[in-house]
């Protein structure tokens, strides 16, 4: 009778936890996701360098036209993963066992920044590009 009522308790705590946590979400990101809106309302003409590193960080590469004025780009990466899955509570309950079902999708969002500045260190212009796939 003990065996019974251990094994209703633990099928029940499995089938509550099926239920609660059948579909699962799981996101990877990194850790300073810059987005479009970012530049959009923070990167502006005539600002500072020193300001643009404040906003976006350190550039991922620098270089100088032929006048010596840097151009910034800035590669940024987000990827996301989501796995929904749903498992056979029932065959888990009855037969001890149980058929894992579910499905994976992933994308990646690139974002580029490329930013020109003038003599004094100041924004001149700047452009970006945004993907996803």
């Known amino acids: 009778m003990y065996m019974f ?6 099928a029940m705590c499995c089938l509550l936890s099926l239920i609660l946590y059948g579909c699962q979400s799981v996101n990877s990101q990194s850790e300073d996701k810059v987005t479009v809106g970012t530049v959009q309302r923070h990167i502006y003409a005539g600002m ?3 300001d643009v590193v404040a906003v976006l960080g350190s550039p991922n590469m620098v270089s100088k036209d ?3 004025n840097e151009t910034w ?3 940024k990466v987000h990827s996301e993963s989501e796995v929904k899955s749903s ?4 065959g888990l309950i009855l037969l001890g066992g149980g058929q894992s079902k579910g499905s994976r999708s992933s994308s990646e969002h690139t974002l580029t920044i490329i930013i020109h500045f003038d003599e004094h260190f100041k924004v001149r212009d700047f452009s970006y590009r945004a993907t996803t796939f």
């Open 48 to 50: 500072s360098s020193a």
């Open 66 to 68: 032929t006048n010596g």
């Open 73 to 75: 780009v800035y590669d």
């Open 87 to 90: 498992s056979g509570y029932l």
């Open 5 to 10: 009522k251990a094994f209703r308790a633990f």
